[in-house]
T-cell receptor, first 112, second 116 residues
């Protein structure tokens, strides 16, 4: 079954600290993996998108990694800010399909 | 990046009425748009895939007669919730597919529907 699983489900960190979110997937055949940030009551915003041949991609303080062999990805947030408080969703796309498979998300709360 | 808008952002309607939600790609043409539903503290659930000029493809368990989708142009798709019930209250999000090699989908800001 094509699934995307994320951990932890929720996370609380102090402002300025780093954190890493995890994503495991069984989606096949694999086309690409995306990380989205979703603020409460808003639509998701793309952070990174990686294809099979890419194993790391950065977007400012966000760095995503991909291990296509073990089907794992991580999103590392450096020097967290209060505005980083949001849900972070890992999404995988299958080859030949436009529809996306969503993880359940990690709810991150950054406290002052 | 590309911009996708939704209108209205919030709507409250009475049970039994119909509500139309618009999704527009503002600076690109989208041959495919997707409609999602999201319950509190849950991730997005795909409802249907909307292709310009053809009938929408609905996911299993989604009633096509209740959630009418029209993709009349390359920049506009509409979702009409017919005979709304309180259990239809949810956050509805659309996304537009840009095509090409970018694989990118851009999401709208969402529409909060409350049925009283």
């Amino acid at each position: 079954k094509n699934q995307v699983e994320q951990s932890p489900q929720s996370l609380i960190i102090l402002e300025g600290k780093n954190c890493t979110l995890q994503c495991n997937y069984t989606v096949s055949p694999f086309s690409n993996l995306r990380w989205y940030k979703q603020d409460t009551g808003r639509g998701p915003v793309s952070l990174t998108i990686m294809t099979f041949s890419e194993n790391t991609k950065s977007n400012g303080r966000y760095t995503a990694t991909l291990d296509a062999d073990t089907k794992q990805s991580s999103l590392h947030i450096t020097a967290s800010q209060l505005s980083d408080s949001a849900s972070y969703i890992c999404v995988v796309q299958r080859t030949g399909r436009r529809a996306l498979t969503f993880g359940s998300g990690t709810r991150l709360q950054v406290q002052p | 990046g590309a911009v996708v808008s939704q209108h209205p952002s919030r709507v409250i309607c009475k049970s039994g009425t119909s509500v139309k939600i618009e999704c527009r790609s503002l600076d690109f043409q989208a041959t495919t748009m997707f409609w999602y539903r999201q319950f509190p503290k849950q991730s997005l659930m795909l409802m249907a895939t909307s292709n310009e000029g053809s009938k929408a493809t609905y996911e299993q368990g989604v009633e096509k007669d209740k959630f009418l989708i029209n993709h009349a142009s390359l920049t506009l798709s509409t979702l009409t919730v017919t005979s709304a019930h309180p259990e239809d209250s949810s956050f509805y999000i659309c996304s537009a597919y840009t095509g090409g090699r970018s694989h990118e989908q851009y999401f709208g800001p969402g529409t909060r529907l409350t049925v009283t």
